[in-house]
Nanobody, 117 residues
Framework: QVQLVESGGGLVRSGGSLKLTCTMSGTERRPINAMGWYRQAPGKQRELVAAIDSADETHFGAAVKGRASISRDSSGNTPVLQMTGLKPEDTAVYFC??????????WGQGTQVTVSS
């Protein structure tokens, strides 16, 4: 059974940067369609932060465009998120997602990112 664990969250000052990584345990036998990062702030819906697909195309949420980058880790199995110019409105729980072809994606439990003003 695949499990994802996020790391790198915490308290960051406004204008600062962060790097979030995701560790996968277990083996996903299906090829990966896409992987990415999503976030959910209190009282709001979960939204896309950044994703990268099997063609290496990247996709970014409007709120972070120009401030976020996404890449794969050295194993190629999980996404790495880097963000700069953090704002208090970036405060949220950030979730790692890995979506194989033909089945529902795997989600981590999330890591809290708090940006102080």
């Amino acid at each position: 059974q695949v499990q994802l664990v996020e790391s790198g969250g915490g308290l960051v000052r406004s204008g600062g940067s962060l790097k979030l990584t995701c560790t996968m345990s277990g083996t996903e036998r299906r090829p990966i369609n896409a992987m990415g990062w999503y976030r959910q702030a209190p009282g709001k819906q979960r939204e896309l932060v950044a994703a990268i697909d099997s063609a290496d195309e990247t996709h970014f949420g409007a709120a972070v465009k120009g401030r976020a980058s996404i890449s794969r880790d050295s194993s190629g199995n999980t996404p790495v998120l880097q963000m700069t110019g953090l704002k208090p409105e970036d405060t949220a729980v950030y979730f790692c997602n890995v979506s194989p072809y033909g089945r529902a994606g795997h989600w981590g439990q999330g890591t809290q990112v708090t940006v102080s003003s």
